[in-house]
């Protein structure tokens, strides 16, 4: 049993450091299994998912080594290419172990991610790309089992640009013979981290941060040190954080490059935002303002700050609406921010929202990571007490929720056991 309080109604008033961001570190951590030797990895956020992608990479043979948010990796033990079924199945990122595997020991086997609370999310176009490229893929519903003697750079062009299958493909491209070719690539601030860190290595790709990608494979790797940049969707909830709740906080270390969309989003809300080095400042007085959103493949808005935005809308002043555009069941939370006095609908992909404040506090159960943020979010606006159960899927992306609100002066607390598991594998 995991479960956050929330007294709600506290302005806020401090400061906030912004952890390294999940979607940046986790495919990190699988392209070190295309080098064998070691790399040290800097500003790892001590979330359960990279500690999930620790004992996944143990379970493959190499070594993690965590101290502070320093991971060291050792990748010469690697010698097995099944991804354990349990931490497999625990989180979905673990698909992108198909691409470095291939690369390195020419041979994978993993579970089938299936779906999850926000949608189907199929893998077909990291399978179908990876055929391109010269692998046999075969196994069942469960599991995928994939071969390459050999992986041979080609002309690849995506229908839809997926972040995961662009990540699985400059992988095993930068493993590959001669050059790969993305064309529709995902151009998600994640993917340039990913280039970065590769090149780090040794690598060489062309045209990082646009739609189309040139790897030329094959080329030597050498041990390497990264920094993770911040994590762009957590600073995009304490923003939210800030706009249900009021008051004044500072945000550390946010990437500002990379969320124009979010901060222009906030400012239309009636947020006052100021950036000084690595601060940002953002001031909102009153109630926000309502403001429409279509959630998009970046630059556009992210769907993984569409239900933090859900909850700002539910105490916004006036109706908003709020269209869905990338995984089709993330209105899960929808139900629950009702269950707090909300008004939305939601149809045909979009949720309609009448804005009204306080929220009245109230039990109401986390779906999903980012949908379990924003029930946090909305809380804070909310009268009396309120309880997030299940929040043990918000642990899975937030360092401590809690510790970083708490901090700007919010009133929350957490009861469970997840920190017990980062004890047993730091
Ligand atoms: C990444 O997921 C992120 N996860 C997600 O973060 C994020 O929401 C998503 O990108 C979009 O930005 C990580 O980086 C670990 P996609 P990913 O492949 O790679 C469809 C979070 O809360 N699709 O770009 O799985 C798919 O169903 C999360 O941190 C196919 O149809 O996203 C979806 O509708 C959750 N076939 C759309 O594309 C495929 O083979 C976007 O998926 C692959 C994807």
Redesign the pocket.
């Known amino acids: 049993m995991s479960v956050i309080r929330i007294q709600g109604l506290q302005r806020l008033h401090g400061e906030i450091s912004i952890q390294g961001s999940?979607?940046a570190a986790?495919?990190v951590m699988a392209a070190a299994l295309l080098h064998s030797g070691v790399v040290v990895i800097k500003n790892v956020p001590g979330i359960q998912?990279v500690f999930c992608m620790m004992e996944i990479l143990e379970g493959l043979g190499c070594r993690c080594c965590r101290d502070g948010h320093t991971l060291t990796i050792d990748t010469r033990g690697l010698c097995c290419w099944q991804v354990p079924e349990d931490e497999g199945r625990r989180m979905?990122?673990s698909?992108?172990l198909l691409g470095p595997l291939l690369g390195r020991l020419h041979r994978v086997n993993t579970c089938y991610p299936g779906g999850c609370s926000?949608?189907?999310?199929?893998?077909?176009?990291?399978?179908?790309a990876l055929e391109q490229m010269g692998a046999k893929i075969c196994g069942d519903e469960e599991r995928v089992e994939a071969f390459a003697e050999k992986l041979c750079g080609t002309d690849i062009r995506l229908c839809?640009?997926?972040?995961?299958?662009?990540?699985n493909i400059l992988m095993a491209a930068v493993a590959a013979e001669g050059i790969t070719r993305i064309y529709g690539a995902?151009r998600?601030p994640?993917i340039q981290v990913l280039c970065r860190f590769l090149e780090t290595l040794g690598a060489r790709i062309d045209g990082i941060g646009s739609g189309f990608l040139q790897v030329h494979g094959g080329r030597p790797l050498h041990d390497g040190e990264f920094t993770v940049p911040g994590d762009r969707?957590v600073a995009g909830t304490y923003l939210g954080a800030v706009m249900a709740a009021g008051g004044e906080v500072c945000l550390l270390d946010a990437p500002t490059d990379h969320m124009a969309e979010t901060l222009c989003a906030a400012q239309q809300a009636g947020c006052m935002i100021e950036q000084k080095e690595n601060r940002l400042f953002a001031k909102m007085n009153g109630r926000p303002l309502a403001v429409n959103l279509a959630t998009g493949?970046?630059p556009e808005f992210?769907?993984?700050l569409q239900s933090v935005m859900l909850a700002v809308s539910c105490v916004a002043q006036g109706e908003s609406w709020i269209q869905e555009n990338?995984?089709?069941e993330r209105f899960a939370t929808a139900g629950e921010l009702t269950r707090l006095g909300a008004d939305i609908r939601i149809e045909d992909g979009t949720a309609f929202v009448r804005g009204k404040y306080p929220l009245r506090g109230n039990c109401v159960q986390a779906f999903?990571?980012?949908g379990g943020a924003a029930l946090v979010v909305a809380a804070l606006a909310a009268e009396g007490e309120s309880q997030v159960h299940d929040c043990f899927y918000i642990c899975r992306?937030y360092e401590d929720i809690c510790r970083d609100l708490t901090a700007a002066g919010a009133r929350l607390s957490f009861e469970g056991n997840e920190r017990k598991y980062e004890e047993n594998t730091a």
């Open positions: 999940k979607n986790l495919p998912d979905r990122s698909v992108m926000i949608g189907r999310r199929p893998i077909d176009l990291h399978l179908s839809f640009p997926s972040v995961g299958a662009t990540e995902a998600e994640e969707i493949p970046y992210s769907t993984d990338v995984f089709e999903d990571l980012r992306g």
